[in-house]
Every structure is written in structure tokens, then in C-alpha cells.
């Protein structure tokens, strides 16, 4: 699960009146399950879409491409300042590897874009992305996008600059290696003959046929 948190620091007024939105870039090793999304927002746990298209999620590492999801992210009840996010991300299957039986995954910092309503005003100030700290300025750039996630509404966003505590996420994942092919091609084989036999003699011992 990848959370995102998101302080601002002092300098603010009125932040009531704005709502942000976490463009999060998810790397070939990676996908996000656009029915499992479907779900959670069903249930009110987050607000996500999948933004790329002919998305695959069953495509291996080296046969998928990146992908880009949009987050709304909600306002912390328990902090005045304060911005959250949920997503989650499942693995993607890899290469097996010759040596070493772990791979990495680098997951880029997202993007940050806020919408605020008219006559709101907000200066330098620090913003803390996921407890990162120091943000010199409002940025000028605008990006468009939707403005809430079941709307057909276009907002200009503002995109943010901010400095984070860490510089990427790295994910490290089990990987197979090639040493163990034959073995594991043999018991796959073995495994799928005795449960087709099994499957089998139940259907012609239990089973009613006119």
C-alpha cells in the first residue's frame, strides 16, 4: 500500500477552500488494479483512477508499460494542514534471475497539483510531502485535469514544487532464478496431472450423465 501524506506549513489561509490532487507515476514493475479501485470507492476508502489507457494488468515486467494514476486526496481530521492518500500497488511478475534472487523497483516521487476556489491566497510557505519538509514557492505551472473524481468539470491545477524526506521509494521483490527451471517446470507439471486425474475420477464417480 502506498500511502502519500502531505503537510503544509505556515503562510496559509484558508485551506478549506482547496482540494489536491497527487499525479503518482507507477513504474513497468508495478500496477494498480483498476477493479480494485473500483471497490475502494465504492466503499469510500479512496478516490483513485487510472488515467493510462490498454492498460494490462496481467502483463509481465518486460512486456507492460508505465502507468499513471490520479488521487484525490483527502484532508487528516486529526491535522488542521494536513493532506492523505491511499493507493494500492501489486507486483508484477519478473524475469527470473541467474544469481541473485532479488530485484528492485524505483518509485519516482508523484506529482502535486492543487485546485483552490477564487479570492484564496497562499504565500511562500513550507509544505511537508510525507513528513518532507521545505517548500520554497507556489509554482506558476498549470496542469488540467478533472475537478473530483466522478466529475466531467475541467480544473486548472496548480502544479507544486516541494522538496521530500526521501528522494524515491526503492521496493525490493523475490525474483526466481533460472537454476531452479527444470525443477520447477517438473513439479508444475506433476502437480497439474495429479489434480486433472483427481478431477477426473470425481467427475466420473460422482457425477450424473444421461
Known amino acids: 500500500d502506498l500511502v ?17 490532487l497527487i499525479k503518482q507515476h507507477i513504474p ?3 500496477f494498480v488494479d483498476p477493479y480494485e479501485l473500483a471497490s475502494l470507492q465504492e466503499r469510500n476508502i479512496t ?3 487510472m488515467v493510462s489507457e490498454d492498460f494490462n494488468i496481467e502483463a509481465p515486467n518486460y512486456l507492460s508499460k508505465e502507468s499513471e494514476v490520479l488521487i ?25 534471475h541467474s544469481k541473485d534472487g ?18 484564496f491566497l497562499i ?3 513550507t509544505i511537508f510531502f510525507s513528513e518532507f519538509p521545505i517548500l520554497k514557492c507556489w509554482s506558476q505551472s498549470e496542469v488540467a485535469a478533472p475537478c473530483a473524481l466522478k466529475s466531467k468539470d475541467i480544473c486548472q491545477w496548480n502544479n507544486m514544487k516541494y522538496k521530500s524526506v526521501y528522494k524515491n521509494v526503492t521496493l525490493h521483490v523475490p525474483v526466481g532464478l533460472t537454476i531452479h527451471t527444470s525443477l520447477v517446470c ?8 495429479l489434480c486433472s486425474t483427481l478431477i477426473l475420477v470425481a467427475v466420473f464417480k460422482y ?4
Do not use: W
Not at 488542521?80 to 527470473?96: E, K
Open 72 to 96: 484525490y486526496a483527502r484532508q487528516d481530521s486529526q491535522c488542521i494542514d494536513c493532506f492523505q492518500a491511499f493507493l494500492p500497488v501489486h507486483y508484477r511478475y519478473h524475469r527470473p
Open 186 to 193: 517438473s513439479v508444475t507439471l506433476l502437480v497439474t496431472i
Open 102 to 119: 532479488e530485484t528492485f523497483i524505483v518509485v519516482n516521487n508523484p506529482d502535486l497539483l492543487m485546485y483552490c476556489d477564487q479570492g
Open 4 to 20: 502519500i501524506k502531505v503537510k503544509f506549513g505556515e503562510s496559509i489561509e484558508d485551506l478549506q477552500t482547496c482540494r489536491l
Open 123 to 125: 504565500r511562500c510557505s
Open 207 to 210: 457425477g450424473h450423465f444421461s
Open 47 to 49: 478516490e483513485a483512477v
Open 28 to 30: 513497468t514493475g508495478l
